[in-house]
């Protein structure tokens, strides 16, 4: 049963990929093909960073370590899907015009800390096999606490993007801070 | 799919062509403004100036009465009743009047106008819209003295318009222009698109558009024009007056803390396409420009 788990977490987790990759083979995407692959890459990158903060709580509640084991992977994902909605924006959207790119990323705020929040993940991601784990040893914990700022910026990003209704954006924020909440409690008990 | 669209696109479009042809016969010098498209003289200028589908002008709107979502206007607004419909010309005017939309599709002949509408968003759509000038409309009232501005108002009926049981925006959506940009004659009083009826979710009954303006500028579902003294505060200013002015020319010299302005997609486009630039007062630059002749557009955005 436990042998399967990962394989089947795998394989869900990258429905979304293949779903938007189905679409834009059959032309599905509507009118505005290049701001929903952004959309919809940026969302699972939220619901990602969501899943992976919550396996630390799930796994105090049940007393099961089962959810740890699929923690590293979840938050590969979040790179994953980070990856792709931020090459979509830079690739598909402005095809490599760093010129145009970098003046939005210092003149429009929700771009800036997007991009922040992609960079922060990088090292993350870098660091996420076993043998960088016990090489930085104390480090590797403390560098993977970015998560959470990581978490943070994510949200922004998209309560900053959004044009008059919040209701989206307010609702991962929620998820999101209850989930950090977590770690204070049990970090005090 | 995509090539489905293609054809259905094709057709309407040499239709369209031959339309203005005769109409460019028998109206002559009086319809330079009827279709007018930026974009000319280079080699993508045809792509570029395509009709936007029926399909996705009257599925993808922007239209918060009916909900903030780009589909809930066409999904919500299908039962929108628009019979009867009246019309109120107010403010400082020497006779306020109430005009019916029959009274208006009798007094007034709508041609067809291919304008593009760019969208502070970023996006960009060519819609062979039905209508006429406003300025001919205000023809038939005569204006004070004090009639400096023009104030449009939608109509507020959260029975029927969902999106209004929610303080999205300040109820009823208000718009303005100044005199000289309402009797400029290309801001038109739309009727209908596609030789068609205007649909629900693109504003009908009857709608303003301001082509050289951001999409929002032009109000859909209008029951009052008042003529106002004073400039008048847009829904939008409203909710943000640091992002949108009451001018809202279309300018891609004038940043937005959100969307790029220097550049738009082309609505219907595949992820291939690339962004094409904006152009000044979305290409009616000739037209408009000598509207704003010594303002600071960066401050009177």
């Known amino acids: ?189 | 799919m995509k090539k489905i669209k293609y054809s259905e696109i094709t057709p309407e479009k040499i239709y369209n062509n031959r339309r203005s042809f005769i109409k460019s016969i028998s109206i002559g010098a009086g319809s330079i403004a009827m279709t007018s498209l930026p974009f000319t003289g280079d080699a993508l200028s045809e792509e570029k100036n395509k009709n936007t589908s029926y399909k996705d002008i009257t599925t993808y709107n922007n239209y918060y009465e009916f909900g903030t979502s780009k589909s809930d206007p066409y999904i919500n607004s299908q039962n929108f009743k628009t019979k009867p419909w009246t019309i109120s010309i107010e403010g400082e005017i020497e006779n306020p009047i109430n005009i019916s939309m029959e009274e208006i599709s009798e007094m007034f002949v709508s041609e067809e106008r291919i304008y593009r509408l760019r969208c502070v968003e970023g996006w960009s759509m060519v819609i062979p819209w039905m209508g006429f000038s406003l300025s001919k409309l205000l023809s038939k009232v005569t204006l004070t003295s004090k009639a400096k501005y023009v104030e449009f108002e939608s109509v507020y009926d959260p029975d029927q318009m969902k999106g209004q049981r929610y303080p999205v925006l300040n109820w009823p959506y208000k718009e303005g222009l100044r005199i000289d940009e309402a009797l400029h004659p290309l801001t038109t009083v739309v009727t209908g698109l596609y030789n068609k009826k205007l649909p629900n979710q693109n504003g009908a009954p009857l709608r303003i558009f301001v082509p050289w303006k951001y999409g929002f500028k032009s109000a859909k579902a209008i029951v009052k024009i008042k003529l106002v003294e004073k400039m008048p505060t847009s829904s939008w200013m409203w909710a943000s007056p640091r992002e949108y002015g009451f001018y809202s020319n279309v300018n891609p010299n004038v940043n937005h803390p959100r969307w790029s302005q220097a550049t738009e997609r082309i609505i219907g486009n595949d992820i291939f396409a690339p962004r094409v630039k904006t152009l000044m007062f979305n290409g009616y630059e000739e037209e408009v420009a000598s509207l704003y002749t010594g303002m600071d557009l960066k401050k009177f955005f």
């Open chain 1, 1 to 189: 049963m436990k042998r399967f788990l990962k394989p089947s977490v795998f394989i869900l987790s990258l429905f979304p990929f293949l779903i938007i990759t189905y679409k834009i083979f059959f032309n599905q995407l509507g009118p505005e093909p290049v701001k929903e692959i952004t959309h919809h890459t940026g969302e699972w990158t939220l619901i990602f960073i969501i899943l992976t903060l919550a396996m630390t709580p799930f796994k105090k509640i049940t007393k099961l370590n089962v959810w740890i084991s699929l923690r590293r992977m979840l938050g590969l994902f979040v790179f994953f899907y980070a990856t792709i909605h931020m090459l979509t924006y830079v690739v598909i959207d402005y095809r490599l015009d760093l010129q145009s790119i970098s003046k939005d990323i210092f003149t429009k705020r929700f771009i800036f800390v997007g991009f922040a929040a992609w960079l922060l993940l990088t090292p993350l991601a870098l660091t996420s096999s076993k043998k960088a784990m016990m090489l930085l040893k104390d480090k590797w914990k403390k560098i993977h606490r970015l998560i959470y700022i990581i978490a943070i910026l994510g949200v922004v990003h998209f309560i900053w993007l959004v044009k008059k209704d919040l209701t989206e954006p307010l609702i991962y924020m929620a998820i999101i801070l209850i989930l950090l909440l977590f770690r204070f409690k049990f970090k005090k008990v």
